[in-house]
């Protein structure tokens, strides 16, 4: 018996049908706090919400097709250093492992989601065993049965606490975690050596000053640019910004680089792809997201095509040089958005 393939996608405005279908399957309601009847005009609203504040919530594919909801939301206390998971399948989903793996594929999404978080919680009603479970496999721990949480009555009578910090989130997972000041030193000694800046469009040689100036810059303001780690290692770094275009819209420009001793075992296309989840959510007001890579940086090329892009053609590029360097251009399709 094959696996079902699961996905996270954000909600689309023609989604609402298939919610309100999953949400009055039978048994759905019994442990979440919504409107009975559910209806269709719960379901528009819902979704206009996630797609016109961009809240971190995702829609769980089954094969293809809507099978539930997953993301984050204020904690009930009310700390901004918490957020709350939460999540649910329509009734044909359930005891399949199909809650586990959404909430799998959900949490190294974490970090770049929740940047000022630094633990998230999840609360089960005192009966919900399956859900419990699904958040014991996540790797949260059970802080025990409430009633009240840092004094907000929660919306049913008793529960189970469960928590997971970040930092348990960047060591667990392959994930992408803002820079730190703290990562300076690292970044300098992976990304300076020769054989990564022949590959990047940016100072050669690389000094430390340079690692300062971009950890700053990062810090200082708003940014999605991150550190790619595997359990809990800084492996390299990945990034996207916003850049104009011809008719004065926005496209979106993404880059990335591994440290020598990482290449070659996936981590590249795992990050590009984990940014490409996220930037429904923190960047989309976008038309065309677009990658550039040096015209011998096959090894770079090979993994935007992995992960749907396609090369457009060859451009040149000013890097400050005499001679200004040669690139290929490869654009995602607005249909894998």
């Known amino acids: 018996m094959s696996m079902e393939h699961i996905s996270l996608h954000p909600f689309r405005q023609d989604d609402a049908h298939r919610v309100t279908e999953l949400i009055n399957s039978p048994g759905v309601q019994q442990y979440l706090t ?3 009847p559910y209806l269709l005009c719960h379901a528009q609203d819902f979704i206009n919400r996630c797609i016109t ?8 594919w089954v094969d293809g097709e809507p099978a539930g909801c997953i993301g984050l939301g204020n904690s ?6 918490e957020q709350m998971v939460g999540y649910w399948l329509g009734a044909d989903y359930h005891g399949r492992g199909i809650a586990t793996r959404a909430l799998l594929q959900f949490l190294p999404l974490l970090p770049a989601l929740a940047p000022h978080c630094r633990r998230f919680v999840a609360f089960t009603h005192v009966d919900n065993v399956a859900s419990r479970r699904v958040l014991e496999k996540g790797g949260f721990t059970c802080a025990g049965m409430i009633t009240a949480y840092q004094g907000k009555q929660l919306p049913f009578r008793d529960a189970f606490l469960y928590t997971l910090s970040l930092s348990e989130v960047i060591d667990r997972t392959f994930t992408l975690k803002p820079w730190q000041k703290s990562d300076t030193t690292t970044l300098y ?4 050596p020769e054989k990564i800046t022949s590959n990047l469009l940016i100072p050669t040689p690389y000094q430390l000053h340079h690692a300062q100036a971009f950890i700053q810059d990062c810090t200082s ?3 999605c640019r991150y550190a790619i780690c595997a359990g809990g290692r800084i492996v390299g770094g990945l990034g996207a910004e916003y850049t104009p275009d011809e008719a004065g819209g926005q496209n979106i420009k ?4 591994l ?3 990482y290449r070659g075992q996936g981590y590249a296309t795992a990050a590009v792809k984990l940014l490409l989840q996220l930037i429904p959510v923190l960047m989309p007001e976008h038309n065309t997201i677009y990658a550039r890579v040096l015209k011998h940086n096959t090894p770079g090329a090979g993994v935007l095509q992995k992960c749907g892009f396609t090369c457009t053609g060859e451009v040149e590029y000013d890097t400050g040089a005499a001679t200004p360097a040669k690139v290929y251009h490869f654009e995602y399709g607005s ?3």
């Not at 504040?53 to 769980?60: G, I, K, R, Y």
């Not at 000694?189 to 300076?192: G, Y």
């Open 34 to 36: 919504l409107p009975i």
């Open 53 to 60: 504040q961009h809240l971190p919530h995702f829609c769980v």
């Open 76 to 81: 009930p206390g009310g700390d901004p250093s």
């Open 189 to 192: 000694n992976l990304i300076s």
């Open 221 to 223: 303001k708003p940014s």
């Open 254 to 257: 993404i880059g990335y680089w």
């Open 259 to 261: 440290g020598t001793d």
């Open 335 to 337: 249909a894998n958005v």
